[in-house]
């Protein structure tokens, strides 16, 4: 059985937030409702659910806007809720942390697949950031220790291949990371740049 989840839902009709209370315990998950948008962003804020299920136009906001605000304070998948279809609408639902459209009146089986669909898709989103992130990172510290290699060449007299290898050497010799120790080396070269021109 997958995990229950904590949901939080959201709409400004109560018929709606009836139907998601008695609803989604029956799926096996736990529901925060809220009937507006400020009631939204404000369990959310306090209740960090592991999925947000909205209506697009709450009483007293827009759903998407809700749920971009919430999602800079909190990453969290979004399943987005219409009464009717509105291709401006699910052309504003295309952002990053919406997972899933559905449209009024909600099927219980429509629901139970959407919310697997959503969770499965920001687990692959999350994923593919931190992938990006970390691809983004390494060229950075490749570009560090490049830029460091240069210095020991300069300073000590050697060729960049035995630069590299002492970069290597000193970062494993000290257990550091080798692009703290290239940040040390230009740190340590801004100093001596100043040094040369005084």
């Known amino acids: ?46 209740g960090r659910p592991d999925l947000v299920v909205t209506d697009i136009r709450l009483g007293d906001a827009d759903g998407l806007d809700v749920t971009a605000e919430i999602n800079r304070e909190h990453e969290v998948p979004v ?12 052309g504003r639902a295309l952002r990053d942390h919406v997972m899933a459209y559905l449209v009024k009146p909600v099927k219980q089986q429509d629901l139970a697949a959407a919310i697997g669909m959503a969770m499965t898709r920001f687990q692959s989103w999350q994923a593919l950031r931190k992938e990006a992130a970390d ?3 390494s060229l950075e510290d490749r570009k560090l220790v490049e830029r460091a290699k240069g210095v020991v060449t300069r300073r000590v007299g050697v ?7 002492r970069l290597r050497k000193f970062a494993s010799d000290h257990n550091r990371k080798l692009a703290d120790v290239a940040r040390e080396v230009l740190g340590a070269e801004e100093v001596f740049e100043k040094f040369d021109r005084t």
Do not use: N, T, W
Not at 20 to 39: C, E, M, N, T, W
Not at 159 to 165: M, S, V, W, Y
């Open 135 to 137: 691809l983004r990172q």
């Open 1 to 46: 059985m997958k995990r229950p989840l904590r949901i939080a839902v959201a709409d400004d009709e109560k018929l709606m937030l009836d139907y998601y209370q008695d609803l989604l315990p029956r799926l096996g998950h736990q529901v925060i409702p809220a009937d507006s948008g400020r009631k939204l962003a404000e369990v959310c804020r306090d």
């Open 159 to 165: 060729p960049e291949a035995e630069a590299f290898r």
């Open 79 to 90: 399943i987005v809720v219409s009464a009717h279809h509105d291709d401006e609408l699910q």
